[in-house]
């Protein structure tokens, strides 16, 4: 979809942000990557909706790489001039808005947050679903990051979310954490971005450093 390689080709034209996580406390570093770029059409750039899984089997490694890409999706967020709205779940919903350039801190506290619960992914959905319905959020997406271990999904939010997506043309993004993801609910997204944070990946990623 369109307005989402918009918005990954938006961090590739700038140097890459890391964030490293020390306690309570987020350290941001400045990497520097060669980028070949696309021409694609551009298309108009709406809100989006980041929803962030902080359930128990997202802890440690996972759930700090999901939280840095969301931070890298603020970024692109105040760059464009767009609105981002932030969710962290667990077995609760938690909830937050990007107000502007000032909220990058009191965001990364926000973040900060941990619930370590069960993965209660229809809440997260049933959330999304609310807040596409307002009238500000008409044209946003939604990039949900998890390692989508989950129950299953009722099947009226899989109704719901089919009609969105036919009907208003909403986009649901997943950046999928791990291989081991229920394919029941892989399906409703269009599309899916993988990151291996296994050990073998994270050690070859060091090594070609």
Known sequence: PERAHAVYRRLEDHPLLT??????????????????????????????????????????????????????????????????????????????????????EQAIRFLSQRFRGGTDIASCFRA?????????????DAVVISDFIAQRLPDDVVSKVGELQRLHQHRFHAVAMSAHGKPGIMRIFDHIWRFDTGMRSRLLRRWRR
Not at 39 to 63: A, K
Not at 128 to 140: K, L, N, P, T
């Open 19 to 104: 964030y490293r996580q020390h306690g309570e406390a987020w350290r941001e570093k400045v990497t520097e990557r060669p980028v070949v770029h696309q021409d694609v059409d551009e298309q108009p750039r709406g809100p989006f909706i980041v929803c962030v899984d902080t359930s128990g089997s997202m802890g440690g490694f996972n759930e700090q790489c999901a939280k840095a890409f969301c931070l890298a999706l603020m970024r692109v967020a105040l760059a464009d001039n767009r609105r981002c709205f932030i969710m962290l779940f667990s077995t609760d919903v938690v909830r937050y808005e990007l107000s502007g350039p000032e909220g990058i």
């Open 128 to 140: 999304i679903i609310e807040r596409m319905q307002g009238r500000e959020w008409f044209d946003a």
